[in-house]
């Protein structure tokens, strides 16, 4: 029998009650790793919908990845049977302010079909605007998509950002970030940013929006608060209003966002604008053993802190935490893989009792080799994703400009795929009279006037080829939108496109297959019955754009598409492990300049970094294990690498060492290290 709510809450401890039964105002959870915050998140729900008698559907919860959100989603799917989770929107950001938009289509003066461009194609049209003026190059183009988003994130719009410049570089990226706008709106299309930004600036100005929202949306949970940025906090702050009746959870030590706009202050700033915020702090650990919470919290005490916490468990002291020095990084991986590999038949665990985490995805390549040649099973999340490999983008293309025919960036990446025979002199012209009637490339093929511009061949093959395009759309408006769709792929037979261009058939055999995944994806995303689809608002049936503009969104945020929970070792960065847990846990590449990352050390921000180890370290349940090499490769040169920092931090006596030099004594090696750091430190300056 599955448990009543009351029971559940019961099971809590007194301060995880309190949180949960408090629903009069707004609450704070600031809490440690491991302290059961998201299980106060996903509980409240349950207690919400079953013991408050609160409609499911004006509930939202939000959180950061797909991942979490996906987690989050079966935890509470657990405890609400039936209809009672009907319309619940468990969701990330980014997924929330996608509904808003769908929802607010007319008022924010777009058309029904917008695309999202991901970051790739916002770069290709900054890259666009700022050759205008100048050649400019990958460097100069990235730094200003990142002050851009920068301002986004800050919502600062491109008036206040042009006001405000400080200087010539700042004075530039604001004139780009004006025209960007205006582009983006022309080709009817957001990006990744504007998903948070365009509903908090709506809300914000537009009464009548607001007083909706409001009404659909009485209660808000949002998980890793303190990652919120500036935009995202205004998002909520919007949504709740005088009522504020929310609950959001955090813990200033994970916050592991600053580079992407995140403010942790966001939790003070919550207590000065909310005087009634309630703050609950939860100090009982149920993940850890002893060792693995002592550790987290000693490295973590070197970092200045908000608020004080004090963890502690009742789990038992566990294993000591193993360091592992190996030769280089291919012993590193090989070490790891042939552990995983006995450590399952000798404590008779699973697959997915190990986690091995790193710093950035590179590091995960020695280690998918050492895997597949033990046939270890493993799954990657992030990294090269489903939706980075070429088939799929082009399909995406194809779906994009089927929704929406003036997106050029979708236009310009299948025009010629597979081959039609338009020459990139044909599509230069099109550009620039599409440009001069100020249309999109598709809407200009129509005009009768290209026909002066373009050679008649030209011409003909471009109408073939938007002659094509429209015939799919009308048979996806007159119904089946998902045959429409697959007879289109069949008809221009992209397969034999893929076989032309595959160095063996069974490669294109298999992209073959990712395309066709891909669409039976979209089918299932559409004809899932609603109370299975807890991110869209209820109400809404879902049409082929929003389960389009859903797969693009996923797209963008980078994660594993398929919804694998079978038997599999998870490989995956700290980053994205941020709320998870495991039982047996890998860290990776314990060194300085990778953990403490390079540009990190030069920035001066390695509290952040410290954070990241300690969200890695917290994710461990049983055992931990630390691993380092003694050699990399780096800009093609074999480098000599300095034991990370984080090592001298944590105490020595839980720390069991192996493949350290043998002749060397610890000590002098540890100096060795310090010199190291500190000669590192004077080349820094
Ligand atoms: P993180 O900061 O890493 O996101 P968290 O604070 O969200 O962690 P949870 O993931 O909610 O922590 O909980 C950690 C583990 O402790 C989970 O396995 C959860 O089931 C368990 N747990 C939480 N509260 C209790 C409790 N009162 N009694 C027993 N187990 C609990
Ligand atoms: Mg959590």
New binding site residues.
């Given amino acids: 029998m599955t448990p009543t709510i009351a029971s559940r809450v019961a ?3 007194p301060r ?1 009650q309190e949180a949960v039964r408090y629903i009069d105002g707004p609450c704070l959870v600031l ?12 509980t409240k729900i349950a207690y919400l919908v079953q013991e408050c008698g609160m409609s499911a559907r004006r509930i939202a919860a939000v959180t950061f990845t797909n991942k979490a959100a996906r987690e989050m989603k079966e935890r509470v799917g657990e405890m609400l049977k039936g209809k009672e989770g009907h319309g619940l929107t468990v969701s990330t950001f980014h997924t929330l302010g996608l509904n808003i938009i769908r929802g607010e289509l007319k008022t924010l003066g777009y058309k029904p079909g917008f695309s999202l461009f991901d970051p790739e194609d916002a770069k290709a049209l900054l890259r666009d605007l700022m050759n205008k003026d100048a050649q400019v190059d990958a460097e100069q183009i990235n730094a200003v998509q990142h002050q851009i988003s920068q301002w986004k994130n800050d919502l600062v719009l491109p008036g206040q950002a042009l006001s405000h410049a400080a200087n010539d570089d700042e004075h530039y990226a604001a004139r780009v970030y004006e025209a960007y706008v205006r582009h983006l709106k022309a080709y009817n299309a957001v990006d990744f940013d504007d998903l948070i930004l365009l509903p908090v600036v709506l809300l914000r100005d537009d009464p009548e929006v607001l007083a909706r929202w409001r009404r659909k949306i009485h209660y808000m949970l949002v ?2 608060y303190q990652d919120t940025n500036v935009s995202q906090y205004l998002l909520v702050k919007l949504l709740m209003g005088e009522r504020s009746t929310f609950t959001v ?1 955090g ?1 200033d030590d ?1 916050s592991i966002y600053a580079w992407r706009g995140a403010r942790p202050e966001n939790l003070v700033t919550l207590g000065e604008d909310f005087p009634r915020l309630k703050v609950i702090k ?1 100090e ?4 850890s053993t002893g060792t693995i919470l002592r550790a987290a919290n000693t490295l973590i005490a070197n970092n200045p802190h908000v608020y004080e916490k004090s963890l502690w468990s009742e789990m038992g002291q566990g294993a000591p935490i193993r360091v592992v020095v190996n030769r280089h990084e291919e012993a590193e991986a090989e070490r790891v893989a042939s552990e995983i590999l006995t450590r399952r038949i000798k404590e008779r665990s699973e697959w997915r009792d190990f986690a091995v985490l790193y710093r950035g995805n590179f590091q995960a390549r020695l280690l998918e080799l050492k895997l597949q040649h033990y046939q270890i099973p493993y799954k990657l999340s992030g990294g090269t994703s489903f939706f980075s490999r070429n088939e799929i983008k082009d399909a995406m293309a194809y779906l994009r400009l089927l929704i929406n025919p003036a997106d050029d960036n979708a236009f310009l990446r299948i025009v010629n795929v597979p081959r039609r025979e338009i020459g990139p002199g044909t599509l230069e012209k099109l550009a620039n009279y599409a440009t001069d009637r100020g249309g999109s490339l598709f809407a200009a093929c129509h005009e009768l006037g290209l026909e002066q511009q373009l050679p008649a061949r030209a011409v003909e093959r471009l109408g073939r080829f938007t002659h094509f395009i429209d015939g799919v759309r009308r048979r996806m408006d007159g119904g089946d939108a998902i045959a429409a769709i697959r007879d289109m792929l069949r008809e221009m037979d992209y397969e034999a496109w893929l076989y032309q261009n595959a160095s063996a058939p069974t490669i294109a055999e298999r992209r073959m297959a990712n395309v066709w995944t891909l669409i039976d994806q979209l089918e299932k995303s559409m004809n899932r019955e609603p109370e299975e689809d807890a991110s869209v608002e209820a109400g809404e049936t879902d049409d082929v754009e929003a389960a389009i503009s859903r797969l693009v969104l996923r797209d963008i945020l980078e994660q594993q598409a398929e919804e694998d929970d079978t038997d599999k070792v998870q490989l995956l960065t700290m980053h994205a492990s ?4 495991f039982p047996h846990v890998y860290l990776m590449g314990l060194e300085e300049e990778l953990l403490p990352h390079r540009n990190a050390i030069e920035a001066g921000t390695v509290e952040e970094e410290r954070r990241l180890a300690y ?1 890695g370290i ?2 461990a ?1 049983r055992t931990l294990t630390l691993t380092l090499a003694r050699q990399r490769k780096a800009y093609g040169e074999l480098m000599d690498c300095v034991p990370s920092r984080f090592l001298d931090e944590l105490p020595s006596d839980d720390l069991e060492w192996e493949g350290r030099a043998d002749k060397e004594d610890p000590e002098k090696k540890q100096a060795r290290g310090q010199d190291a750091i500190a000669g590192l430190r004077s080349l820094l300056g």
Avoid: P, W
Avoid at 578 to 581: Q, V
């Fill in positions: 099971r809590l401890n995880q809490a440690g790793a491991g302290s059961g915050k998201t299980s106060v998140i996903t998980d890793e959870v813990d994970q939860l009982q650990n149920y993940r941020k709320g998870l847990e969200v917290t994710r349940r």
